[in-house]
């Protein structure tokens, strides 16, 4: 990557990555909504063993891509959690806990 010449063309690049993280994100969110067909309650979905799976391999890709494996971490787990939240919120989990 060349090194960027003023903030406007940093704020440019970001605008660019941010704009194809959310289509990567739309992706993502159509199979965790295929996933939920195969769950059947709360624990599945929220499934902790999985969550700290892929919170691992995004820390170990992160280090080998240069990115803070903090940072990486931080990130996954609000998308994770914004996830679980989502597919509860879509299958009717929240509104059967709610009953």
Do not use: H, N
């Not at 990115?67 to 989990?93: K, N, T, Y």
Request: hydrophobic content about 50%; charged content about 35%; aromatic content about 4%.
């Amino acid at each position: 990557m060349t090194e960027p010449k003023s903030l406007a063309e940093v704020r440019a690049r970001i605008d660019a990555l941010d704009s194809e993280l959310i289509r990567l994100l739309a992706d993502r969110q159509a199979l965790v909504r295929a996933a939920a067909a195969f769950k059947t309650d709360e624990q599945a979905v929220r499934a902790p063993g999985r969550v700290e799976q892929v919170v691992a391999l995004a820390r170990e890709r992160a280090d080998k891509e240069g990115l803070e494996p903090a940072v990486a971490e931080a990130v996954w787990r609000a998308m994770i959690a914004a996830f679980i939240e989502w597919e509860m919120d879509q299958s009717g989990v929240l509104r059967e806990r709610e009953r």
